[in-house]
């Protein structure tokens, strides 16, 4: 597609419940970047993804966060028996390539909100 | 590792007034440099770059941003606000050899009429 689409836009969970997140990036790009953004804060990495490469998995906040991508194309976010402290705005990136200067384009984002 | 600090949460300046937004950074190799711009229920769109050519970066809206090594500064400007320039700004810094992008806390800018 033009741009990256997350879905849904919106999601409002009940504690303890699990919830999927998902990022369609641009044709093309190799990588793929989740951020996470919690009012008042910047954005902290999470997890991001290069080609067939394993994931880099160093900001995932706990066991109960996961996240995958199929066929080097779209990358669902998984967070298990969700907290009220994972209410947040989710944002995925996609890049084409990390070897250059490439900034990331972002998509609109996911708010989760867990009540 | 690197990181970036941002100066200030909220920025208010009037209508025709100077933008300024500061960020400094933190590397221990060569950085790469962005500023980002977040307007309201929306994601974040690059506003400029620097990838170590040209010292002053222009960008997008009219802004501009110079790095300067001495200082560890990447503060962006602009010589006079519009309104529609009210958003969320963000400063994030990369290493040139690695793919970990980290962001400042924003700062968010208000213009008045």
């Known amino acids: 597609g033009a741009g990256v689409s997350q879905s849904p836009s919106n999601k409002v969970t009940e504690k303890g419940k699990d919830v999927e997140l998902r990022c369609d990036p641009i044709?093309?790009?190799?990588?793929l970047y989740w951020y996470r953004q919690s009012l008042g804060q910047g954005l902290e990495f999470l997890i991001y993804?290069?080609?067939?490469?394993?994931?880099?998995k160093s900001g995932l906040p706990s066991d109960r966060f996961s996240a995958e991508r199929t066929g080097g194309s779209v990358s669902t976010l998984t967070i298990q028996r969700t907290q009220q402290e994972d209410s947040a705005v989710y944002l995925c990136?996609?890049?084409?390539?990390?070897?250059?200067?490439?900034?990331?384009?972002f998509g609109s984002g996911t708010r989760l909100t867990v009540v | 590792a690197q990181s970036v600090t941002q100066l200030g949460s909220h920025v208010s300046v009037s209508e025709g007034a100077l933008v300024l937004l500061r960020c400094n950074y933190s590397?221990?190799?060569?950085?790469?440099l962005f500023w980002y711009v977040q307007y309201p229920n929306q994601g974040l769109q690059l506003l400029l770059k620097?990838?170590?050519?040209?010292?002053l970066v222009k960008g997008i809206n009219g802004f501009e941003a110079e790095f300067k090594k001495s200082e560890t500064s990447f503060h962006l400007t602009k010589p006079s606000a519009h309104m529609s320039d009210a958003a969320e700004y963000f400063c994030a810094v990369r290493a040139y050899n690695n793919n970990d992008m980290r962001f400042g806390a924003g700062t968010r800018l208000t213009v008045k009429p």
């Open positions: 620097y990838t170590s050519a040209a010292t």
């Open positions: 993804f290069q080609g067939n490469s394993a994931p880099d």
């Open positions: 990136a996609s890049s084409l390539d990390l070897t250059v200067s490439y900034g990331y384009t």
């Open positions: 590397s221990s190799v060569p950085p790469y």
């Open positions: 044709s093309g790009h190799t990588a």
